[in-house]
């Protein structure tokens, strides 16, 4: 029997210190070269190639190095280059684009449609492209960037045009393969094929993108060709939309696509990922490619059904190993899932990660300080391609010692996890078994609350408010961190930060704010925050993971029954309290956000950890309440993105997610106001899930799609308060009070005005102090001119 074949889909290219963050943002300052930016790109590649060698792979991949977005790079490629982006057609006196940290992108200028490809590509319109300004040269607004699928990456949606073409146009991922080839690997470029590439753009007028895909062909047959030439044999072409509900005319469309791609210099192996093939199963397995990647993490009940039917000829490669997860395999149930597969498959079978390992970090051994027991459970990307050899060597009649030893590692793991105290927490499960349902529900009916609620808080009509955070200054960074290190004293710290508190305390009141905030200034993150003060949760030093471009996040690790030790909050919302008559409202992030923002538990179903979390917050939740906060908020942007890929599947997450929420808000009485938040505008399919909330109030995002997103919760009559944010907080422009005025008309036309608040749009902590006066101060006269109105016309 031969070895096994291995792979990866793909390596995380920021570095396992960061690397290539730090030369991007010098080389965007202007203090580093370009020759120097490029020399750290082929430090990383070269590394991450040897290490993959090193570890025994039989290919590495190539084409997954990327200096914004592997997504970009393709655009790239294609000439898919918008106008506005390019070298010969920069425009003068175009405003900057901001990005903000939030992580969401500006929204785009009308473009013009381009004339055909763009034929000068070169690093500087990458960046132009995904950052609306390159080093040198003339600011052009980005691109928009959104969610990679169910992960938290963002890649930049590529534009469509009708009547657009494509032609090879820059060879960056040519000349990677070139360079791994000069350097001695047997590899095996990855890209993006051009179904997927179509689903995840954007039209630019008004017709179908899928229209597009005869001009696009050639272009994928150019690459395909030149990849050849470069020295692959094999190339990676992913089309994950496969894992979803797709039209039929897309479905359709693969056959005739893949036909006119065959034929070519190399084999191509389709890679699918995040899910079951569902009914697109037929179709993958039918196309005329020579191999077939399965996500058998995500979708292990795919698997038998997948080898019943793949055409004999074809190579089937099995994700066995978790790419979006950080928990070390279960080699010996991997083992015996794949014995028969393996057996039946013969010489067809490869293994690999169920997906890119792009998605976690990317060495488990450099982190020294954490927890010999936890870290024991752990694998991280290069820990994950030691787990697929050994899992190919396992399989295998003689494995090599190397991989016995990685065998018994791997069981005393999976006994210790199984076992240890750490995980299993007995009185939180006692307390999830007792929930009763009356538990996620208010005591009375929200027109029963408000009335209530408003007794109590006297507020006008127009309430003001904003969304927690504010202006996060560089002292108040640098406390943080000296707090952190060591470097400065508790009581140093509790003094600084209550400084921070009662200045944005004085700020507001002067302001004439209604509803007040106490800055969220001990926060550095909305997660790690609470992540750090919850039992079951752990934080890495170095669990770098790529989010967008040069941003990383460090998602906490749920690793076992979530408990609360003490109040997380109460001591700084007190303090902020103490210093207005006005209400100050108490800031928590909710459970489902807490949930999704972490690397999560796979020994138990997302929703049982859910509750967990939901009980502890539940807590937070009434203690506020018990030292006289009237009115807290649960942030929740994370609601929408949780949802599945699946439609089907959609109805079941919602409920287990609003229960959650529900459970964590419904323990205070009814004079108590539970606000949530959200920061995306896209309600429409899931306004019902937003109502069952039974948030008191919700504030959302509204300010780029205002009359959509109004038009939805109009239609479905959205029966508790509502504050559709009348500015945008991304932008450092000061909004006029006629524009918000005139958005917060247009809400009341569709929406009772008695169930209308006036807020921004998201927290403020990325901006500054002045900005933030300078609007905050043209809202508090809109809601003025607004109550003045109202009053007029009664
Ligand atoms: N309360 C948080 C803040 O104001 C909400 C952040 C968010 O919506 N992402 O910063
Ligand atoms: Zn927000």
Known sequence: MHPIPTHNLGFPRIGADRELKRALEAYWRGDLSREALEDTGRTLRRRHWQQQADAGLSWIPTGDFAWYDQVLTLSATLGNVPLRHRAEAL????????????????????????????????????????????????????????????????????????????????????????????????????????????????????????????????????????????????????????????????????????HRLQSRAVKVLLATYFGALGENLSTAVQLPVAGLHIDAVRAPEQLLSVVDRLPVHKVLSVGAIDGRNIWRTDLQTARETLADVAERLGDRLWLAP????????????????????????????????????????????????????????????????????????????????????????????????????????????????????????????????????????????????????????????????????????????????????????????????????????????????????????????????????????????????????????????RSVTARQIALALRDEVNDLEACGIQIIQIDEPALREGLPLKRKEWGEYLDWAVEAFRLSASGVSDETQIHTHMCYSEFNDIIDAIAALDADVITIETSRSQGELLDAFEQFAYPNDIGPGVYDIHSPNVPPVEAMVNLMEQAARRLPKERLWVNPDCGLKTRGWAETEAALANMVRAARRLRERSRESA
Not at 115 to 126: F, I, N, Y
Not at 480 to 506: C, F, L
């Open 354 to 605: 169920s997906c890119s390992l792009l998605h976690v970090p990317v060495d488990l051994g450099r982190e020294q300080t954490l927890d010999p027991e936890l870290k024991s459970w752990l694998a991280f990307a290069l820990q994950k391609v030691d787990e697929v050899v050994a899992l190919a060597q396992l399989l295998a009649p003689a494995p090599a010692p190397s991989a016995l030893a990685a065998l018994k590692a791997s069981d005393q793991s999976v006994r210790s996890r199984r076992e240890s105290q750490r995980v299993h927490n007995p009185a939180v499960q006692e307390r999830l078994r007792a929930i009763s349902p009356t538990d996620s529900q208010r005591h009375s009916p929200f027109a029963k609350r408000i009335a209530q609620q408003q007794a109590l808080l006297q507020l006008p009509e127009f309430p003001t408010t904003t969304i927690g955070s504010f202006p996060q200054t560089d002292d108040i960074r640098q406390a943080r961190r000296a707090y952190k290190q060591g470097q400065m004293s508790e009581v140093a710290y509790r003094n600084r930060m209550r400084q921070a508190i009662a200045d944005a305390i004085v700020r507001q009141e002067q302001l004439g704010l209604d509803v007040l905030v106490h800055g969220e200034a001990e926060r550095n993150d909305m997660v790690e925050y609470f992540g750090e003060q919850l039992d079951g949760y752990a934080f890495t030093r170095f669990g770098w993971v790529q989010s967008y471009g040069s941003r990383c996040v460090k998602p906490p690790i749920i690793y076992g029954d979530v408990a609360r030790p003490h109040a997380m909050t109460t001591q700084w919302a007190r303090y902020a309290q103490s210093l207005s008559r006005k209400p100050v409202k108490g800031m928590l992030t909710g459970p489902i956000t807490m949930l999704f923002w972490s690397f999560v538990r796979n020994d138990q179903p």
């Open 91 to 258: 425009a003068e006196n175009n405003e900057p684009a901001a990005r903000s940290e939030c992580g969401c992108s500006e929204p785009i200028d009308t473009p013009e449609a381009p004339e055909g490809p763009c034929r000068q590509v070169d690093l500087d319109t990458l960046f132009r492209m995904a950052r609306g300004r390159a080093p040198s040269g003339t600011a052009s607004s980005a691109c928009e960037m959104t969610k990679w699928f169910d992960t938290n990456y963002h890649y930049l949606v590529p534009e469509f045009h009708p009547d657009q073409t494509f032609e090879l146009s820059y060879r960056q991922i040519i000349d990677e393969t070139r360079e791994a080839v000069a350097l001695g690997h047997r590899v095996k470029p990855v890209i993006l094929g051009p179904l997927s590439y179509l689903w995840l753009g954007k039209e630019k007028a008004d017709f179908d993108r899928l229209s597009l895909l005869d001009a696009l062909l050639p272009a994928y047959q150019q690459l395909l060709d030149a990849l050849a030439e470069a020295g692959a044999e094999w190339v990676q072409i992913d089309e994950p939309i496969l894992v979803l509900d797709l039209p039929l005319a897309w479905q359709q469309a693969f056959e005739p696509s893949y």
